[in-house]
C-alpha cells in the first residue's frame, strides 16, 4: 500500500513579488511534482491580490511575506493536516513570517535556497535573487527556536539534487507520521528464556504517542477456530495459500489451520487498526493449533500487516519504520543475525525461520512451503504435523538496509547499517540471504556494545539519508555503520 504524505510549501519573498521569484515558486512546484509520495499543500494567489483566506489558502500572491500572512497560510496547513514543512526563500525572503508557519505548527523543516542568476545589466548594479544571504536569516531563525530542521542545499529548482533531497525528507516524514500515536499488536507472551524481546510500555508513549493493543495467544486461537472448514472464506484462503508457492509438503490440515489463523489476526489487526504487530509463535500456539506460524506472518507482512516473530514489539516498530520510509513500496523482513559465512568474513546470514512474504523471494519458482522436520521436501507429508508452516527460500539480491530501535533508560537509538544481498546456489532452511557489509567486524562489535539484540527488520533499497533525518528530528540517536 503506498503511502502519501502533505508536504505544506512555504515561497517566501520579501518588501517585492518579481518576476524571479513567481519563476522560483513554479520552478519548486514543478520538481515536487517528481516527487514520490509527496502531495504539496501551498497558498494560493488570492484573485483581488489583497485577501488573506485561511480557509481557502490565500495570500496575495500565493506565498509569505508578512506575520499576518504566515498565521493564516499556518491555519490553512492545520486544516489540511500537513505533515512537514519545506522553507524557501525566493530572493532574500522573509524570515520572520517563514519561521513563524514552523513555529505554529510543529512538524518536521526542510529548508533549501535557490542560486543566483546572472545579474541585471542596469544603473544600480543590482542583484536578482540574494537567496544565499537570507537564507542564513531563516536558518538562524529555526535555530534560535530550537525548530530542528534539514538544510538541503543551494539550487535552482530544476536540478536533480533538490529532487533527491525532498525524496529523502519526505520518506523521514513519512515515517515520523507513522510513528506517531501508532497502535502496536502484542499477541501472546513473549518466549520464556527472550528477556531480549522485553520492552518499556511507557517509554512507547512518551516517546511516540503509541499504545499497544493486547490480546491473550487463545483468544486469538479461539477466533480462529470457530471457523468452520467449509467456510468460504477460509477455503478461498486455502487455495490462496497453496497458489502462493510453487511447492507444498505440507497436508491439507495445515493449509485450514492456518487460513482460519490468518483470517482471524487480520480481524485483529482491523478491528484494532493495527501499525505492527508482535505475536507469540512458539510453543504455545502449536499445541493450541497444530501448526508453525512462520508463513502466516510472511503472509501478513506481504499484506502490509506487519507481523514480527517471537512478540518483538520493538522489532515490530523497527519494521513499520522500514515500510514508512520505502512509502509502502516493499515491504520488510523480520530477520535474525545469525551466523558468519565460515569463507566470507564480511558475509553474514540475514535469516529467520521461514516467515519472509514470497514477493521477497529471488526466485518465484523455488518458494516452497515446508515442514520444519523436512526442510528438502523429501519425506512423506504427515498429517496433523505441528512443524508445518515455514516459507522456505532464498531472498532477491539488491541492496538492503537494516534497522533496529533500542531502548535505555528512557533514551531510544537507532542502528542503520547496509549491505548487498549475494546470491547462491545453496539451499538453506527457513527464508535466508547472505548479505554482504563493509565492515562485519565493526558492525557486530557494534551491535554487541551499542545493546542491540538478535532481531532486525531488512528491507531492500538505502534508506540511510532518510533514516538519519528521522533521527535528527524526533531525537533519536542515530548509530550509523
Same mark, same amino acid.
Given at each position: 500500500?503506498?503511502?502519501?504524505?502533505?508536504?505544506?510549501?512555504?515561497?517566501?519573498?520579501?518588501?517585492?513579488?518579481?518576476?524571479?521569484?513567481?519563476?522560483?515558486?513554479?520552478?519548486?512546484?514543478?520538481?515536487?511534482?517528481?516527487?514520490?509520495?509527496?502531495?504539496?499543500?501551498?497558498?494560493?494567489?488570492?484573485?483581488?491580490?489583497?485577501?488573506?483566506?485561511?480557509?481557502?489558502?490565500?495570500?496575495?500572491?500565493?506565498?509569505?511575506?508578512?506575520?499576518?500572512?504566515?498565521?493564516?497560510?499556518?491555519?490553512?496547513?492545520?486544516?489540511?493536516?500537513?505533515?512537514?514543512?519545506?522553507?524557501?526563500?525566493?530572493?532574500?525572503?522573509?524570515?520572520?513570517?517563514?519561521?513563524?508557519?514552523?513555529?505554529?505548527?510543529?512538524?518536521?523543516?526542510?529548508?533549501?535556497?535557490?542560486?543566483?542568476?546572472?545579474?541585471?545589466?542596469?544603473?544600480?548594479?543590482?542583484?536578482?535573487?540574494?537567496?544565499?544571504?537570507?537564507?542564513?536569516?531563516?536558518?538562524?531563525?529555526?535555530?534560535?527556536?530550537?525548530?530542528?530542521?534539514?538544510?538541503?542545499?543551494?539550487?535552482?529548482?530544476?536540478?536533480?539534487?533538490?529532487?533527491?533531497?525532498?525524496?529523502?525528507?519526505?520518506?523521514?516524514?513519512?515515517?515520523?507520521?507513522?510513528?506517531?500515536? =501508532?497502535?502496536?499488536?502484542? /499477541?501472546?507472551? $513473549?518466549?520464556?528464556?527472550? &528477556? @531480549? *524481546?522485553?520492552?518499556?510500555?511507557?517509554?512507547? !508513549?512518551?516517546?511516540?504517542?503509541?499504545?499497544?493493543?493486547?490480546?491473550?495467544?487463545?483468544?486469538?486461537?479461539?477466533?480462529?477456530?470457530?471457523?468452520?472448514?467449509?467456510?468460504?472464506?477460509?477455503?478461498?484462503?486455502?487455495?490462496?495459500?497453496?497458489?502462493?508457492?510453487?511447492?507444498?509438503?505440507?497436508?491439507?490440515?495445515?493449509?485450514?489451520?492456518?487460513?482460519?489463523?490468518?483470517?482471524?489476526?487480520?480481524?485483529?489487526?482491523?478491528?484494532?487498526?493495527?501499525?505492527?504487530?508482535?505475536?507469540?509463535?512458539?510453543?504455545?500456539?502449536?499445541?493450541?493449533?497444530?501448526?508453525?506460524?512462520?508463513?502466516?506472518?510472511?503472509?501478513?507482512?506481504?499484506?502490509?500487516?506487519?507481523?514480527?516473530?517471537?512478540?518483538?514489539?520493538?522489532? =515490530?516498530?523497527?519494521?513499520? /519504520?522500514?515500510? $514508512?520510509?520505502?512509502?509502502? &513500496? @516493499? *515491504?520488510?523482513?523480520?530477520?535474525?543475525?545469525? !551466523?558468519?559465512?565460515?569463507?566470507?568474513?564480511?558475509?553474514?546470514?540475514?535469516?529467520?525461520?521461514?516467515?519472509?512474504?514470497?514477493?521477497?523471494?529471488?526466485?518465484?519458482?523455488?518458494?516452497?512451503?515446508?515442514?520444519?522436520?523436512?526442510?528438502?521436501?523429501?519425506?512423506?507429508?504427515?498429517?496433523?504435523?505441528?512443524?508445518?508452516?515455514?516459507?522456505?527460500?532464498?531472498?532477491?539480491?539488491?541492496?538492503?538496509?537494516?534497522?533496529?530501535?533500542?531502548?535505555?533508560?528512557?533514551?531510544?537509538?537507532?542502528?542503520?547499517?547496509?549491505?548487498?544481498?549475494?546470491?547462491?546456489?545453496?539451499?538453506?532452511?527457513?527464508?535466508?540471504?547472505?548479505?554482504?557489509?563493509?565492515?562485519?567486524?565493526?558492525?557486530?562489535?557494534?551491535?554487541?556494545?551499542?545493546?542491540?539484540?538478535?532481531?532486525?527488520?531488512?528491507?531492500?533499497?538505502?534508506? @540511510?539519508?532518510?533514516?538519519?533525518?528521522?533521527?535528527?528530528?524526533?531525537?533519536?540517536?542515530?548509530?550509523?555503520?
Amino acid at each position: 500500500m503506498p503511502f502519501t504524505v502533505k508536504i505544506g510549501f512555504v515561497p517566501s519573498f520579501r518588501f517585492r513579488f518579481t518576476p524571479w521569484c513567481q519563476k522560483m515558486r513554479d520552478d519548486s512546484l514543478a520538481a515536487f511534482a517528481h516527487v514520490k509520495g509527496m502531495e504539496v499543500v501551498v497558498p494560493q494567489p488570492s484573485p483581488d491580490g489583497k485577501t488573506l483566506d485561511a480557509e481557502k489558502g490565500l495570500t496575495p500572491h500565493g506565498t509569505v511575506s508578512t506575520l499576518d500572512e504566515a498565521e493564516v497560510v499556518a491555519e490553512y496547513f492545520r486544516r489540511q493536516h500537513v505533515a512537514g514543512l519545506i522553507l524557501c526563500p525566493l530572493d532574500f525572503g522573509d524570515e520572520r513570517s517563514a519561521v513563524k508557519v514552523a513555529e505554529l505548527l510543529g512538524v518536521p523543516v526542510l529548508l533549501y535556497a535557490t542560486k543566483e542568476p546572472p545579474a541585471p545589466d542596469d544603473a544600480g548594479l543590482s542583484r536578482v535573487s540574494d537567496s544565499y544571504c537570507g537564507n542564513l536569516s531563516m536558518a538562524s531563525g529555526l535555530y534560535r527556536r530550537k525548530i530542528a530542521f534539514r538544510y538541503a542545499g543551494l539550487f535552482f529548482p530544476d536540478e536533480p539534487e533538490l529532487q533527491d533531497e525532498v525524496q529523502d525528507f519526505v520518506r523521514a516524514v513519512s515515517v515520523i507520521k507513522g510513528l506517531k500515536n =501508532a497502535r502496536l499488536g502484542h /499477541v501472546g507472551v $513473549r518466549p520464556p528464556t527472550f &528477556e @531480549t *524481546v522485553g520492552y518499556d510500555e511507557t517509554a512507547l !508513549i512518551r516517546k511516540f504517542g503509541q499504545n499497544v493493543i493486547y490480546s491473550n495467544l487463545v483468544d486469538i486461537t479461539d477466533a480462529a477456530q470457530r471457523y468452520t472448514d467449509d467456510d468460504a472464506r477460509v477455503q478461498a484462503l486455502v487455495a490462496e495459500i497453496r497458489g502462493g508457492v510453487a511447492a507444498v509438503t505440507v497436508a491439507d490440515d495445515y493449509l485450514v489451520n492456518a487460513a482460519k489463523l490468518e483470517l482471524a489476526l487480520r480481524e485483529f489487526w482491523q478491528r484494532s487498526r493495527l501499525s505492527a504487530l508482535a505475536m507469540q509463535c512458539w510453543p504455545s500456539v502449536q499445541r493450541l493449533m497444530g501448526i508453525s506460524v512462520c508463513a502466516v506472518y510472511g503472509r501478513l507482512t506481504g499484506q502490509g500487516m506487519l507481523t514480527a516473530c517471537e512478540t518483538d514489539v520493538l522489532g =515490530a516498530l523497527a519494521m513499520l /519504520v522500514q515500510y $514508512r520510509v520505502a512509502l509502502g &513500496e @516493499t *515491504v520488510p523482513h523480520f530477520i535474525d543475525w545469525t !551466523i558468519r559465512h565460515r569463507e566470507n568474513p564480511n558475509w553474514l546470514l540475514a535469516w529467520h525461520c521461514g516467515n519472509a512474504p514470497t514477493c521477497l523471494a529471488a526466485d518465484p519458482q523455488q518458494t516452497a512451503l515446508r515442514s520444519r522436520r523436512d526442510m528438502k521436501g523429501t519425506l512423506p507429508v504427515q498429517g496433523g504435523d505441528p512443524m508445518a508452516g515455514l516459507h522456505q527460500f532464498q531472498i532477491k539480491p539488491g541492496v538492503v538496509t537494516f534497522c533496529r530501535l533500542a531502548e535505555y533508560d528512557d533514551q531510544w537509538k537507532m542502528l542503520i547499517t547496509t549491505g548487498t544481498i549475494v546470491p547462491t546456489a545453496e539451499t538453506l532452511a527457513g527464508t535466508w540471504g547472505w548479505v554482504e557489509v563493509a565492515d562485519h567486524d565493526k558492525l557486530y562489535r557494534t551491535l554487541v556494545e551499542e545493546g542491540f539484540v538478535h532481531h532486525a527488520s531488512m528491507i531492500h533499497g538505502d534508506y @540511510t539519508k532518510a533514516l538519519l533525518e528521522v533521527c535528527k528530528f524526533m531525537d533519536i540517536e542515530a548509530v550509523l555503520v
